[in-house]
């Protein structure tokens, strides 16, 4: 157990839809991070924040948006969902350098149909 | 623009023997490297992470290799098991600002033990 918790575990809505994931970093982390990983591909990081301000952005396309809480939970939304958008989706966490120990939490698994 | 490249893509061996995954990059500059370990369905998990100076790191039956001036790793299982049957990870970072932009995933090597 890496101490990063997910919910819900599994998700399944349809096209054009809006979802929120949810991520709980382990005690002390201050970064958090969101990782997309669709079948047989790797992981395409999206976003990353640092005591709750953005820090960094990857791939994250405009449909979706993050944000990170004062008690450093954070929520990914995901909105106009499609079919693509299907994939696992993952929380990491670190206590500030993403160069170092990042620890990820078990995943959301997203199903649009 | 940075790169890393694992081989092979997959890879079946019989449980008791033992295997190497390899790891070539470009990401400039070089911070670390790390390999994680990543079951079907599940969060990946940390084996190691090795840093410019450091030449090779254990953890248990894993063992990783780097090369800094040829930019190759290599992780070497030893004396597999069916639960080493997972997806592995080469992740190497820059030096550069900070953020996770700076972190370059490889698209990992799918191992298979067999009985």
């Known amino acids: 157990d890496s101490g990063v918790t997910q919910t819900p575990k599994h998700l399944i809505t349809a096209t054009g839809q809006r979802v929120t994931l949810r991520c709980s970093p382990r005690?002390?982390?201050?970064?958090v991070y969101w990782y997309q990983q669709s079948l047989d591909q790797g992981l395409q990081f999206l976003i990353q924040?640092?005591?709750?301000?953005?820090?960094a952005k990857g791939n994250i396309l405009e449909r979706f948006s993050a944000q990170q809480f004062p008690d450093l939970h954070s929520e990914l939304n995901l909105s106009s969902l499609e079919l693509g958008d299907s994939a696992l989706y993952f929380c990491?966490?670190?206590?500030?350098?993403?160069?170092?120990?990042?620890?990820f939490g078990p995943g959301t698994r997203l199903t649009v149909t | 623009k940075n790169q890393v490249e694992q081989s092979p893509q997959s890879l079946i061996i019989l449980e008791g023997k033992n295997c190497t995954l390899q790891?070539?990059?470009?990401?400039?500059?070089?911070?670390?490297l790390r390999w994680y370990k990543q079951d079907t369905g599940r969060g990946p998990v940390s084996l190691t992470i090795?840093?410019?100076?450091?030449n090779t790191k254990s953890n248990g039956r894993y063992t990783a290799t780097l090369d800094a001036d040829t930019k190759q790793s290599s992780l070497h299982i030893t004396a597999s098991q069916l639960s080493d049957s997972a997806s592995y990870i080469c992740?190497?970072?820059?030096?550069?600002?900070?953020?996770?932009?700076?972190?370059?995933f490889g698209k990992g090597t799918h191992l298979i033990i067999q009985p």
């Open positions: 990491a966490s670190s206590a500030g350098n993403p160069h170092y120990e990042q620890y």
């Open positions: 005690s002390g982390d201050l970064s």
């Open positions: 924040y640092y005591n709750g301000e953005e820090r």
């Open positions: 790891c070539n990059y470009t990401v400039s500059p070089f911070s670390n």
């Open positions: 090795m840093t410019f100076s450091e």
């Open positions: 992740v190497v970072s820059d030096s550069s600002g900070g953020g996770a932009d700076g972190l370059t």
